[in-house]
């Protein structure tokens, strides 16, 4: 549910459904359960190692099913928050805007672009909100919230991907690896590679075809290393009105850079990349070239949809092309 509505509520939520909890918690179940032939041998290591799994086991699917699902509706003069567990009653509290003295923003130590809602109480508890779904727009929320609940003196806080700044940034500049990191990775590479070979002259044990293949391709890795180490820096965007100017580096090191405007877009949408929806998805541009550019991770799908949104509007790209 979006945080920003046609009503005067605003609404956070923060938990998965009970189907998304099952589906997790199940294939945990059915990773565990493939340690369950170790508990009928007569070894003890693979006893132990299974007894191990299925606990661990048995304990992640209790965090998964028992964490609560959490929402939160921030009306003008109070905030109702709503905490369920699955397959449990409901619990509601009401805090009033009377006994709201301090409001605070902080960002996230694991997504740059996520912010939540921290609000300090008149008995000194500090209460904390779901992150705010539209990461476009949350200085706007911020100071929405500040003014309906009267609270002086709340810093603004600094979100690159806010609609309101002139460039919103997604990522990280991009920095090519310093020569000194690149020739040890190259390093360590044909050291890996020999490693075999040595260890077999180093026992008076004759090589085997295995340990000559190493050698050579060990060479190749060097030399992709020293490259196209670069490569894997990463992308830098800056989203203007009317382009995106995409950062990268080549393999040498040197920068390059690419300009996407509205009518170049055959399609954008949303992606994962990663195993889980809340952290790892991206905006995925496609152009009429052909040519695909992902941009750097934005984090929950809600997050990336809203920051998807804002690059149709700054390059007013068609209906036809939009797929978020």
Same mark, same amino acid.
């Given at each position: ?50 007894? /191990? *799994? $299925?606990? !661990? ?10 964490? +609560? ?5 921030? @009306? ?113 590479? /044909? *050291? $890996?590679? !020999? ?10 044990? +004759? ?5 000559? @293949? ?111």
């Amino acid at each position: 549910m979006n945080d920003a509505t046609t009503s005067n509520d605003i609404r956070l939520r923060e938990g998965s459904s009970i189907a998304q909890r099952l589906v997790v918690a199940g294939s945990a179940a059915a990773v565990a359960l493939c340690f369950t032939p170790g508990l009928f041998t007569h070894d003890a290591l693979e006893m132990i190692i299974s007894v /191990v *799994a $299925l606990l !661990a086991g048995a304990a992640f699917v209790g965090v998964v099913m028992m964490t +609560p699902a959490v929402v939160w509706i921030i @009306t003008p003069d109070e905030i109702l928050i709503g905490r369920q567990r699955p397959f449990g009653k409901l619990q509601t509290r009401t805090v009033p805007k009377d006994d709201i003295l301090g409001l605070q923003v902080p960002g996230s130590k694991t997504a740059r672009a996520r912010f939540q809602l921290a609000f300090t109480l008149a008995s000194g508890e500090r209460l904390t909100s779901p992150p705010l779904t539209d990461v476009t727009h949350v200085r706007d929320t911020v100071a929405r919230i500040a003014a309906q609940f009267e609270v002086p003196d709340v810093e603004s806080p600094i979100n690159p991907l806010d609609a309101s700044n002139p460039e919103m940034r997604l990522g990280d500049p991009v920095e090519p690896f310093s020569q000194r990191d690149i020739r040890i990775a190259a390093l360590i590479a /044909v *050291a $890996l590679s !020999a490693a075999p070979y040595a260890y077999r002259l180093w026992r008076g044990l +004759p090589p085997q075809w295995i340990d000559y @293949t190493l050698l050579p391709l060990g060479v190749i890795a060097a030399f992709g290393v020293y490259r196209f180490a670069n490569l894997v820096t990463g992308a830098f965007w800056i989203v203007r009105e009317g382009d995106i100017r995409v950062e990268r580096l080549w393999g040498n090191g040197t920068p390059r850079a690419d300009h996407i405007e509205g009518h170049d877009v055959k399609t954008i949408t949303i992606e994962r990349r990663g195993r889980s929806e809340d952290e790892h998805c991206i905006v995925a541009i496609r152009l009429q070239s052909g040519r695909r550019f992902r941009s750097p991770r934005i984090g929950s799908r809600n997050e990336a949809r809203a920051v998807g949104a804002e690059i149709v509007r700054r390059l007013r790209i068609g209906a036809e092309a939009n797929q978020i």
